[in-house]
């Protein structure tokens, strides 16, 4: 597929048939703030855990919670469970090669067409929200 957009002045085409390939400095940075991202989920869910762990403890003591975790016992010894849980992780594993091309495509295209114009804007923005994620939701 091919997009011509054409006008008295000035003419436009672009393939949508062929991502440009990003730099590697593009990929080097979206793959840093990736890493950072999900070390700062990482962080935050073991804090939660810290926080709520007492609170699990006393209800698993009780009655209810004893039978709660029975329950739950019973459904994770299920074999239809480990069977969708088994489908599941080889989608993610087919599914993982198409995500890293999309990925790619995605930055590639951005790195063409939009951060010549919006680049530095957006730099500043996660410059900025870093600034507050590291004092509320810090990486490490």
């Not at 999900?38 to 699990?56: I, T, W």
């Amino acid at each position: 597929y091919i997009l011509t957009i054409a006008d008295n002045t000035d003419e436009f085409s672009m393939c949508l048939c062929e991502a440009p390939a990003p730099s590697q400095e593009l990929v080097d940075k979206y793959d840093a703030l990736r890493i950072t991202f999900y070390k700062r989920l990482l962080n935050a869910l073991g804090k939660v855990q810290e926080a709520v762990g007492p609170a699990v403890q006393r209800v698993s003591e009780s009655e209810q919670g004893a039978s709660i975790l029975s329950v739950v016992d019973r459904v994770q010894d299920k074999p239809e469970l480990a069977a969708v849980l088994k489908v599941a992780s080889g989608l993610g594993e087919e599914a993982a090669p198409l995500v890293e091309k999309a990925r790619a495509s995605v930055l590639g295209a951005y790195e063409q067409y939009l951060r010549p114009y919006v680049g530095r804007y957006l730099n500043d923005g996660i410059d900025r929200a870093k600034y507050y994620l590291d004092k509320f939701l810090p990486a490490e």
